[in-house]
DNA sequence: GCTATTTGACCCGG
DNA sequence: CCGGGTCAAATAGC
């Protein structure tokens, strides 16, 4: 059986952990008053919080349910159909020779919504669209993860750049990584591109030229932030998991992937 | 030649 | 019917 006490307790203190790394992201200060509490050591305990609470789940006599679509997971199967379907049951359009493939639209309420100063996030993605929207000077582009043929990652995300001046992206995820993190771990040098030799520097990385051209290439990294939006992104995992397991007592594959809990 | 990007067409949901 | 999300042919870059 699972000890539920112990299971309560370890996400609990994940759950504060999480807090005080949001709190602390807000202060943009890395120390607290009882001491010096590093963002690292924070995303670290609230890793091995969760790891732990995956451990007891685990261990426990446990029938796992399978994993269901996640709210943020709008690639996922069952809920939504997948974007592109080549047989979608009903005797589709794209059936017909030069017509396109069926698909479902996403819901909004499926993804999770970033405001950034930059578009890159670690992984790499591939854009496959742009459309001018209504009301709106600037284009939304449309990404998704440059592995998704060969690991099948759905993870997927529009950019808009804000039109208040301040230059910064509104940030739209749908669905999971499936696919490794080419910036997880210690490695939080996401400058330099020879630590992942096999991902970001290849053309497929996004960068803002990919939503405004004009930018010179000198202001698009974001060198000081590097680590906060690493930071930031578990931050958005964390709480999001969290909720996700306290709503339906289910955890996403993330939580099973040896790569990020060894 | 291969891979990524661009862009107009297609399709769906509201 | 319209706006927006996605597809895929054409194109560009390496």
Redesign the pocket.
């Known amino acids: 059986m699972i000890n539920k006490k112990e299971l309560v307790e370890t996400l609990t203190k994940g759950r504060n952990s999480a807090k005080k790394l949001q709190n602390l992201l807000r202060q943009e200060v890395h120390e607290h008053d009882d001491g010096l509490v590093s963002v690292d050591d924070l995303v670290s305990e609230i890793s091995q919080s969760f790891y732990g609470g995956l451990l007891v789940l685990n261990s426990g006599e446990l029938t796992r349910v399978p994993v269901r679509a996640r709210p943020t997971s ?1 690639c996922s199967s069952d809920k939504t159909p ?5 047989d ?1 049951g ?1 005797t ?3 059936a ?1 020779k ?11 309420i499926d993804s999770r919504v970033e405001v950034s100063n930059t578009i890159e996030d670690g992984y ?13 000077n600037s284009p ?5 993860c ?1 592995h998704k ?1 060969a690991h099948g990652c759905k993870a ?1 995300k ?1 950019v808009q750049k804000l039109e208040d001046g301040s230059n910064k992206f509104h940030i739209i995820y ?1 669905g999971q990584h499936t696919c490794q993190p080419p910036n997880r771990g210690l490695d939080l040098d996401c400058n330099n591109s020879e630590s992942h030799p096999n991902l970001p520097n ?5 960068t803002k ?2 939503i405004d ?1 004009s930018l010179k290439q000198e202001d698009l990294s974001n060198k000081g932030s590097c680590s906060s939006s690493f930071a930031l992104a578990w931050k958005e995992i964390f709480l999001n998991e969290f909720e996700c397991f306290m709503n339906d007592g289910n955890l996403s594959d993330i939580w099973s992937d040896d790569s990020i809990f060894p």
């Open positions: 709008a997948q974007v592109f379907t080549g979608t009903k589709p359009a794209s017909v030069g017509r396109r493939g069926c698909y479902k639209r996403r819901k909004t790499a993605w591939r854009k496959y669209g742009q459309k001018e929207i209504l009301n709106s939304r582009c449309y990404f998704r440059t043929e997927v529009q749908f290849s053309p497929s990385t996004i030229n990919h051209p």
